[in-house]
């Protein structure tokens, strides 16, 4: 609790910093040099003005409730929009209410710096947790992931949440070709699936999961026989309707069904029904 309560107020010194930064650097960039003294007395109602308003406006936004080790690219866009309203509301409280000439050249050379440096802290967060999530994935279980789509990324998370599983992914496969040489979740696409072979050997994998909930029954036999010939049971994620809700974890990873390599459900037959 309290170290939750600590990097709250280190993000809201980081902000404020930013935003009284932010504002000095630009006047020093609008004049080319250190400002005249009529725009410091500007900067000091920036700042006088601004600190207040920039965290009211930031706390209502949820930038400082937010889980930012998990940020996103949304994220970004709910602080840059919190600073695009606070800088709006700066303006127009110093034009239209304190009549306080703050030149908008100024003001968008703060806004800049404000997304950047906020933007920065909480995405700087992020990254410290993606790396020691990395650190943790050491197992012996070399594991290619076949599928790079939101079941793969979501497979990635639960690995790297669960170090005592023993699993080290070392890869994608997927039949994009625009994904290839790209990063998923921090892991590459390493090629194509009709080079699944060729990888395995390559980089000495000795399992393999088809995160592919919702590819076709033949596409499935096709690499279940393929993970075959080379030795390998492969697992299956779940369905995809489970995978996007949130009831997956590494516990709902099965081996391959039958009823998985047809194209409809296994048909069971009633023995009792047809003694009697």
């Known amino acids: 609790m309290f170290a939750k309560f600590r990097l709250k107020i280190a993000l809201v010194f980081v902000d404020m910093f930013a935003l009284s ?9 609008r004049f080319n040099g250190w400002p005249e ?5 500007t900067w000091g109602y920036y700042l006088l003005v601004g600190v207040p308003l920039y965290f009211v406006v930031y706390y209502y936004l949820g930038l400082y409730r937010h889980l930012w080790y998990y940020a996103t690219a949304s994220d970004l866009l709910t602080i840059t929009g919190a600073v695009s309203i606070a800088s709006i509301s700066l303006y127009g409280i110093m034009h239209i209410g304190l009549r306080v000439d703050l030149l908008w050249s100024v003001l968008v050379i703060a806004w800049f710096i404000n997304v950047l440096v906020v933007g920065g802290a909480r995405f700087a967060l992020r990254l410290r947790a993606d790396l020691i999530k990395r650190s943790t994935m050491n197992g012996s279980k070399r594991t290619l992931i076949l599928g790079a789509g939101d079941a793969g990324r979501i497979l990635m998370e639960e690995i790297a949440k669960h170090p005592e599983l023993d699993y080290k992914p070392i890869g994608f496969l997927d039949d994009d070709v625009q994904k290839v040489g790209l990063q998923v979740a921090g892991l590459p696409v390493l090629a194509k699936q009709d080079m699944l072979e060729e990888t395995v050997l390559s980089h000495g994998a000795s399992n393999i999961i088809i995160a592919m909930p919702s590819a076709p029954s033949a596409k ?32 709902s990873l099965r081996e391959v069904q039958l009823e998985d390599l047809l194209s409809r459900p296994e048909i069971k037959t009633d023995c009792a029904g047809i003694v009697s």
């Open 21 to 29: 930064f932010s504002g000095l650097v630009g006047l020093c960039l």
């Open 220 to 251: 499935v036999k096709d690499l279940v026989q393929c993970c075959a010939m080379l030795g390998i049971k492969p697992k299956l994620v779940p369905g995809l309707y489970r995978v996007l809700n949130g009831g997956f974890n590494l516990n």
């Open 37 to 41: 003294a009529p725009y410091i007395r």
